[in-house]
């Protein structure tokens, strides 16, 4: 028998949604992998392939921390997350090509 009320409902999809420190986690760690990406670009020397990885991976994580946090499917902001840690990952390069060419 449940005795559940409503106002349990909602208390327990509060609780199901991350907190805001893992937001700042990981936010502080996706600043990180982008500086890491774009400091050697900006300075004309080739980039660590190895930072893509991290990119998608703190990228997803981080929308999908966020997106869940909105209530919605976090593995939807996973997969929106890694196509723009991609996306970051390629601009990084094109900052390199840009830098030593021109």
Do not use: C
């Amino acid at each position: 028998m449940n005795t559940s009320t409503d106002s349990e409902v909602v208390v327990s999809a509060k609780e199901r949604s991350p907190s805001r420190i893992w937001l700042f986690i990981v936010g502080v760690l996706l600043v990180g992998t982008y500086a890491s990406m774009f400091i050697p670009a900006l300075a004309g020397k080739p980039i660590n392939p190895m930072s893509g990885y991290g990119s998608m991976l703190w990228t997803g994580l981080f929308l999908y921390l966020f997106w869940k946090r909105q209530f919605r499917k976090g593995w939807v902001g996973a997969l929106i997350g890694i196509v723009v840690g991609i996306l970051v990952f390629v601009l990084a390069a094109f900052v390199r090509g840009l830098v030593t060419h021109a």
